[in-house]
């Protein structure tokens, strides 16, 4: 039992680990196809990543201490939440015990907070200008994160994710509920907005609408791999939650040798979601930068619905 618990604990933060970059290859290169563009490698992320591994570490003098150890915090943090949620394993690992969904929230927030600090400590006015942006839309962005996930464990009755898992899984209908749908609708709004693919701003361009490439704006080398690398990471986290939680609670499977059968499966559901964020980002036109308060507005709005509902019927 002990052995096969450590094989699923590997497996799953491995996964995460080296997996996520990929996902964000395959989604960059899918997106320039449909705009007839011929596109990087779905492995450039990984090729990325090993050149800045290799490159020097250049620290601003306007800089602190927390510019520095910035990028370690929040990566660790993004690999802790790996042990915690069923990103792959949909039975409790190591460590699973440790926190629930609102911990889990929280540890988000936490190393969406590191990040922005680090930036503000890097003493360069643009990474300033990125962090205020993000500061000012966050206090919705992570309203909606820890509304709909309390909302969610007052629902089934646990604040646990993998019982809720187990839960959605043992009693299809619910998912076509109106509370189902207030949750999934709020959560991937929330996905969209926290990965950057709503048609809001340009990531590869230095505008006035690059928001969070502004936080890795004073960062080389290493310390920049460790921000990017964290980011594919954010990206799969969520996007797992998305998948095993409000979209496709079916399919996984525990135990050895089965849960190695999680892997495919897992593969198919991101291709699925890889496939969806691809029609919305190639098909929405640009908005102004200002209305990211509108959408996340919105966002808030159906998990304080789902709440609300929630409370409704649990009564």
Request: negative net charge; aromatic residues 10%.
């Given at each position: 039992m002990e052995e096969t618990l450590?094989?699923?604990t590997i497996s799953q933060v491995l996964f995460t680990?080296?997996?996520a970059p990929l996902f964000s290859g395959i989604m960059v290169k899918l997106k320039a196809n449909v705009e007839s563009r011929k596109g990087p490698s779905i492995f450039q992320p990984y090729f990325d990543l090993i050149k800045l591994f290799k490159k020097e570490i250049l620290i601003p003098s306007t800089s602190g201490i927390f510019f520095k150890i910035g990028p370690y915090l929040s990566f660790s943090i993004y690999l802790f939440i790996s042990f915690l949620i069923p990103v792959l394993i949909p039975t409790p690992v190591i460590f699973t015990a440790?926190?629930?969904f609102l911990g889990g929230a929280l540890l988000f927030s936490t190393a969406s907070f590191i990040k922005v600090l680090a930036a503000f400590d890097s003493g360069s006015n643009y990474a300033k200008l990125g962090a205020s942006r993000i500061m000012s839309f966050n206090f919705l962005a992570e309203g909606t994160l820890i509304t709909?996930?309390?909302?969610?464990?007052i629902l089934t009755g646990t604040n646990n994710p993998y019982t809720t898992i187990e839960l959605l899984t043992s009693n299809p209908l619910s998912?076509?509920?109106l509370l189902h749908l207030f949750s999934l609708i709020a959560f991937f709004m929330l996905f969209l907005f926290e990965t950057g693919k709503i048609p809001l701003e340009s990531k590869g361009v230095q505008e006035?609408?690059?928001?969070?490439?502004?936080l890795n704006f004073e960062y080389s080398g290493k310390l920049l791999a460790l921000n990017e690398w964290g980011s594919y990471m954010k990206q799969y986290l969520l996007g797992s939650v998305l998948l095993n939680v409000f979209l496709f609670p079916w399919g996984l499977f525990s135990g050895v040798p089965f849960f190695l059968i999680d892997i495919p499966i897992m593969f198919l559901k991101w291709m699925i979601l890889i496939i969806i964020i691809t029609v919305i980002e190639t098909s929405l036109a640009?908005?102004?930068?200002?209305?990211?308060?509108?959408?996340?507005?919105?966002a808030f709005t159906f998990s304080v619905l789902f709440l609300i509902l929630t409370e409704v019927i649990s009564v």
């Open positions: 450590l094989l699923e680990l080296l997996m440790s926190a629930d709909v996930f309390f909302a969610v464990s998912d076509l509920s006035l609408g690059m928001i969070d490439s502004s640009k908005l102004r930068l200002f209305r990211i308060i509108d959408y996340l507005t919105v």
